[in-house]
C-alpha cells in the first residue's frame, strides 16, 4: 500500500510539472480577463455615481456615463473574447494531456504483453486506458490553471481594492482566507469518496462484460435474473457513492458563498454607516470596491469547482502508476530477417518462469528448426509448448538463454520487424465485427481485393462464403459471431496467406473441431506451410501427421 501512495505520489508531481507548463497560456488568458474585470467594475462604478449623483465636473471622465458606459461595453466584448480564447486553450491542454497519457499506457501495455498482463480483467485495463485517462482531463484542463489563477488573481483585486480603500482590501482578505481551509476539510472527505467510487466503477465494467461474455451459460442455466439483480445492486453501489462525491464537493462551493456573503455584508454595513453620517467621501469608490467583491472570489470559485478534479485525478493515478513500466529503448540494429523468405529459429538454453511455486516453464529448451522446415511441439499440458509460442510472439523474453531469427537475437528486433516475420493462428481465431472480406485484409490493410480474394481461395473461404447473402462481404458479429468453429479458422487461415510471412507459428489451430472439420483445416494448413518456417504446438493424433520433425517438451525440456 505504501508503495501504491508513493508511485501515486511520484506520477502525481511529474504530471504537475508538465501540466503547468501547459496552463501557462490559460492563466496569462485569465491574468488579462482580470484586469479588464477591475477596469469594467471602475466604470460601472462611476458610472452609476455619474448618473445617480451628479455633481461638479472636477474629473470629466469620471463623470461623462455615456463615455463610462462605452468603456464598460468594451472591455466587456474584450473579456468575453479573452474567456473564449482561454476555454480554447484549457481544452487543448486537457486533450494533448490525455492522448500522451493514453499512448503511453497503450505503450506500456502492448510492451508487458498478455504475460505481464496476467490475472487483470480486460474490463479492468479499459477503465484505465479510457474512463482513468478521462478522469485526468480536469487536472490540466481545470484544475492547474484555476490553481495558479486562485491565488495571482485575488491579488491582483486586493491590490486595486487596497488603492481605492485599505480598510476594504483587510476585510476582504480575511473572508478569503477562509475559503482554502473549508475546501482542504471537505476535500480529504471528497478524496476518498472519489477512490471509492472509481473501485465501485471498474467493479461494475468487470461485472458486466464478464456478464455479456458468458450470457449464453447464464440463460442455459437460468441465471439470468439473479445476474440482473446483481448488477442491479453494483449499479445501485456506483449510484450511492456517486452521490457522496457530489454532497461533500457542495460543502466547499456552500463555504465559498458563506465567505462571499460575508464579505459583502461587512463592506456595504461599512458604507452604509458612512453615508448614513454623511462621512462618505465617494460613492462611486464604494461601489468599484463593491462590485470587486464577486470578481475577488470569482477565481476562488472557478477553483473550488475544479479542486474535485484533483481528487479524481489523484484516484485514476493509483492506476496509472500501477502500469507496467515502459519499454526499455533497444539500441537499432539492421535487423537481417525482415527481407528474408526464410527464417532459421534457434533456442539455445532458454530458461523462463512464470510462477516459482510451480517451478520453470522452460528448463534450459534447446532447438533449432531450419529455414522451410516444420517442426512439431508435442507434450502434455503444462510442459512448456504455449510459452515457446508467447516468447516467440514477442509477449515475453527468457530470462536466460537465447532466441535468434536468422542469427539475430529476437531482443534486438523492433516489434515492427518482427511482427512482419510472423503469421500466427491459435486455438481460437479473433474475428471483429465487420465483413468477411474485412477480417481477412486484417493481416495486410493495404491489399487490394484481387489479394484478399486470392488469399480466400487458397484457405477455401470462397467454399462457404458462396452460400452467404454477400459473400466475402457478409457481415459477422464479434468473435466471428455467425461463423462456425472450422469456418472462423479458415478464416484466420486465409490472414496468413494474405500476410505470407516467413515463420508460421501454430498453437492448437484444431483443437475445437470435429474429425471431419479437423481434417479439412489440416489440409489448409498443409497448403499454407509450403515454403515457410513453421512451429505448430498440438495435442492432435491427426496433426501428428502433419509431417515434419516432432519434439517432445517434459517439464519445459525436450524429452530424452
Not at 521 to 544: D, K, P
Request: with cysteine; hydrophobic share 50%; proline share 5%.
Amino acid at each position: 500500500m505504501t508503495e501504491s501512495k508513493t508511485a501515486s505520489r511520484t506520477w502525481m508531481r511529474a504530471q504537475s510539472k508538465v501540466g503547468r507548463r501547459a496552463a501557462m497560456p490559460v492563466v496569462a488568458l485569465g491574468m488579462v480577463g482580470c484586469t479588464l474585470a477591475i477596469g469594467q467594475a471602475w466604470c460601472a462604478g462611476f458610472a452609476l455615481q455619474a448618473a445617480l449623483m451628479p455633481g461638479p465636473l472636477t474629473n470629466r471622465l469620471a463623470a461623462d456615463p455615456l463615455l463610462l458606459l462605452g468603456g464598460f461595453a468594451a472591455l466587456a466584448v474584450l473579456r468575453a473574447g479573452l474567456s473564449m480564447l482561454a476555454e480554447h486553450a484549457a481544452f487543448e491542454a486537457g486533450a494533448t494531456a490525455r492522448r500522451r497519457l493514453r499512448t503511453d499506457a497503450m505503450t506500456r501495455l502492448l510492451a508487458a504483453g498478455p504475460s505481464l498482463l496476467r490475472g487483470r480483467h480486460s474490463g479492468d485495463l479499459t477503465s484505465v486506458v479510457v474512463d482513468r485517462i478521462e478522469a485526468v482531463d480536469g487536472l490540466f484542463a481545470r484544475w492547474m490553471p484555476a490553481a495558479t489563477l486562485a491565488s495571482a488573481s485575488p491579488m491582483l483585486v486586493l491590490v486595486a481594492t487596497a488603492l481605492a480603500d485599505p480598510v476594504a482590501a483587510l476585510v476582504l482578505g480575511g473572508c478569503g482566507m477562509l475559503v482554502p481551509v473549508a475546501m482542504a476539510l471537505s476535500g480529504i472527505g471528497a478524496a476518498v469518496a472519489s477512490k471509492r467510487q472509481f473501485a465501485a466503477l471498474a467493479h461494475l465494467q468487470a461485472r458486466f462484460l464478464d456478464r455479456v461474455r458468458g450470457i449464453a451459460t447464464i440463460v442455459m442455466h437460468g441465471r439470468a435474473g439473479d445476474e440482473a439483480l446483481a448488477l442491479g445492486r453494483a449499479a445501485d453501489e456506483l449510484r450511492r457513492r456517486t452521490m457522496r462525491v457530489l454532497r461533500v464537493a457542495f460543502l466547499s462551493s456552500v463555504a465559498l458563498d458563506l465567505a462571499m456573503a460575508l464579505a459583502m455584508i461587512v463592506i456595504a454595513l461599512r458604507y452604509g454607516g458612512q453615508a448614513l453620517t454623511g462621512t462618505l467621501a465617494s460613492p462611486g469608490t464604494a461601489l468599484f470596491v463593491l462590485l470587486l467583491v464577486p470578481e475577488f472570489f470569482a477565481p476562488l470559485r472557478a477553483f473550488a469547482a475544479a479542486y474535485q478534479e484533483r481528487f479524481h485525478a489523484g484516484s485514476a493515478a493509483d492506476a496509472l502508476a500501477a502500469l507496467p513500466p515502459p519499454p526499455v529503448p533497444v539500441p537499432e540494429q539492421p535487423v537481417r530477417t525482415v527481407q528474408a523468405r526464410g527464417v532459421t529459429v534457434s533456442f539455445e538454453a532458454v530458461r523462463l518462469t512464470w510462477d516459482a511455486a510451480r517451478g520453470p516453464a522452460l528448463d534450459g529448451l534447446s532447438f533449432r528448426v531450419p529455414a522451410g522446415e516444420t517442426l512439431v511441439l508435442v507434450g502434455p499440458s503444462g510442459s512448456g509448448k504455449s510459452t515457446v509460442m508467447e516468447i516467440l510472439l514477442g509477449f515475453v523474453r527468457p530470462e536466460a538463454g537465447r532466441v535468434t531469427f536468422n542469427g539475430a537475437d529476437i531482443a534486438s528486433l523492433i516489434p515492427q520487424a518482427l511482427s512482419r516475420m510472423t503469421a500466427w493462428i491459435g486455438q481460437r481465431p479473433i474475428l471483429f465485427a465487420g465483413t468477411i472480406r474485412e477480417n481477412i485484409r486484417f493481416a495486410r490493410p493495404e491489399a487490394s481485393d484481387a489479394e484478399v480474394e486470392e488469399a480466400a481461395r487458397l484457405a477455401r473461404v470462397d467454399g462457404f462464403a458462396a452460400g452467404l447473402p454477400l459473400g466475402l462481404d457478409t457481415h459477422v458479429g464479434e468473435v466471428g459471431y455467425g461463423l462456425s468453429g472450422g469456418q472462423a479458422q479458415r478464416v484466420a487461415i486465409a490472414r496468413a496467406f494474405l500476410k505470407n510471412a516467413p515463420l508460421l507459428l501454430l498453437d492448437e489451430p484444431t483443437v475445437h473441431l470435429d474429425p471431419t472439420t479437423e481434417a479439412e483445416v489440416l489440409e489448409s494448413l498443409r497448403r499454407l506451410t509450403i515454403g515457410r518456417t513453421v512451429i505448430m504446438a498440438s495435442h492432435s493424433s491427426a496433426a501428428h501427421g502433419f509431417g515434419g520433425r516432432r519434439l517432445d517438451l517434459r517439464a519445459g525440456r525436450v524429452a530424452a
